[in-house]
């Protein structure tokens, strides 16, 4: 689901969706599954979405900000924000949480693949 915030910064639903590949909830409603698997994936499936949404939307707004940061003549980077992220994901996901923190503060391009300005 796309909110206003989504539309607000260019996030469409072809950004989120691959229109070339099969919605995953398809393809496993056609297998021969029980139906408690098949509802755990489905619900797994709506969780990726999200995350892959929030994700997007993350990215939009980093590249916002650093590029707020260059117009007023200060760094792009803060590293003890960076810092207190890589801690702050650490505290609550364990020894992979600042990993998936890198992974997030990647400098990515100022808008995502497919995101409009």
């Not at 408690?36 to 990215?59: F, H, P, T, Y």
């Amino acid at each position: 689901m796309i909110d206003m915030m989504d539309a607000d910064l260019g996030i469409t639903p072809a950004l989120l969706l691959n229109p070339a590949g099969p919605n995953i909830p398809d393809i496993w409603a056609k297998a021969s599954l029980p139906i408690s698997e098949k509802r755990l994936i489905g619900a797994i499936d709506d969780i990726d979405q999200q995350l892959m949404r929030l994700i997007v939307r993350r990215s939009v707004l980093h590249g916002e900000l650093r590029a707020a940061r260059r117009e007023s003549g200060a760094p792009e980077q803060r590293l003890s924000y960076d810092n207190w992220v890589l801690a702050r994901f650490g505290q609550a996901l364990g020894d992979n949480g600042p990993a998936l923190a890198l992974l997030l503060m990647k400098r990515w391009p100022e808008r995502p693949k497919g995101v409009s300005p």
